[in-house]
């Protein structure tokens, strides 16, 4: 899904070989063109944008389905990095005898792998999320409001893709705002950043947070793109 940008009108007026070449390639090539993203002329978007795109409104529709759902990917404090359904439902593949399994773990690791934390298994991450935010972005300006998608899944409120940009944005903003009984997720149960009037209001912004109370995880002053 992220792998998408917006064509301009006056980009294509300026770069004719590059289009051309585009589509070109795309009629050399019928069965990428049925899985990605239609282009060219007659499928321009809002205010004649075209659009390169890996998914096709049906894929995004589908991936967006599972992506908004509060019981899989979208948390309280943003998208995490693997389904919650996991957590009861564990991926297990058997190999030679030898079963491995893939579970929904919101934080650290319950075991000694990946040096005791869990990263992709469930934790949000912030750069993950910001390219995600961006893509819906990128995708609103070619729909305009003619693609709106239920968000959460099942709640039966509709938005449009800038909707569900800002209600992500939303969620990774309250990490770090005080709830309401004054705590700020980001800090979960360490009380001295909690209260202490020296830390209380000096926010670490963490390697990446807890998927389901958003508390800050890994290291305290980094990030990983």
Same mark, same amino acid.
């Given at each position: 899904?992220?792998?998408?940008?917006?064509?301009?009108?006056?980009?294509?007026?300026?770069?004719?070989?590059?289009?051309?070449?585009?589509?070109?390639?795309?009629?050399?090539?019928?069965?990428?063109?049925?899985?990605?993203?239609?282009?060219?002329?007659?499928?321009?978007?809002?205010?004649?944008?075209?659009?390169?795109? +890996?998914?096709?409104?049906?894929?995004?529709?589908?991936?967006?389905?599972?992506?908004?759902?509060?019981?899989?990917?979208?948390?309280?404090?943003?998208?995490?990095?693997?389904?919650?359904?996991?957590?009861?439902?564990?991926?297990?593949?058997?190999?030679?005898?030898?079963?491995?399994?893939?579970?929904?773990?919101?934080?650290?690791?319950?075991?000694?792998?990946?040096?005791?934390?869990?990263?992709?298994?469930?934790?949000?991450?912030?750069?993950?999320?910001?390219?995600?935010?961006?893509?819906?972005?990128?995708?609103?300006?070619?729909?305009?409001?003619?693609?709106?998608?239920?968000?959460?899944?099942?709640?039966?409120?509709?938005?449009?893709?800038?909707?569900?940009?800002?209600?992500?944005?939303?969620? +990774?903003?309250?990490?770090?705002?005080?709830?309401?009984?004054?705590?700020?997720?980001?800090?979960?149960?360490?009380?001295?950043?909690?209260?202490?009037?020296?830390?209380?209001?000096?926010?670490?912004?963490?390697?990446?947070?807890?998927?389901?109370?958003?508390?800050?995880?890994?290291?305290?002053?980094?990030?990983?793109?």
């Amino acid at each position: 899904m992220c792998a998408t940008t917006v064509i301009e009108p006056w980009q294509r007026e300026r770069c004719p070989r590059v289009v051309n070449i585009l589509r070109e390639r795309m009629e050399r090539n019928p069965a990428l063109r049925q899985s990605i993203h239609a282009t060219g002329p007659g499928h321009l978007g809002y205010a004649d944008r075209g659009i390169a795109a +890996l998914v096709s409104e049906d894929r995004l529709r589908r991936i967006l389905t599972r992506m908004l759902d509060e019981n899989e990917f979208l948390s309280p404090y943003g998208i995490r990095a693997l389904s919650r359904f996991h957590g009861d439902h564990p991926y297990i593949v058997n190999v030679e005898g030898q079963e491995y399994r893939v579970n929904y773990l919101p934080g650290e690791s319950d075991t000694g792998m990946f040096g005791g934390n869990s990263n992709w298994r469930g934790p949000i991450w912030m750069p993950v999320n910001a390219v995600l935010i961006r893509a819906l972005l990128q995708f609103c300006l070619y729909y305009g409001d003619n693609f709106k998608i239920e968000c959460p899944t099942g709640s039966g409120k509709m938005m449009n893709l800038f909707e569900v940009a800002h209600e992500i944005a939303s969620r +990774l903003e309250r990490i770090f705002l005080r709830d309401k009984s004054g705590q700020r997720p980001v800090y979960g149960g360490t009380e001295k950043f909690q209260t202490d009037p020296l830390w209380k209001d000096n926010i670490l912004f963490y390697e990446y947070f807890h998927g389901d109370n958003g508390a800050g995880l890994g290291a305290s002053h980094q990030t990983v793109a």
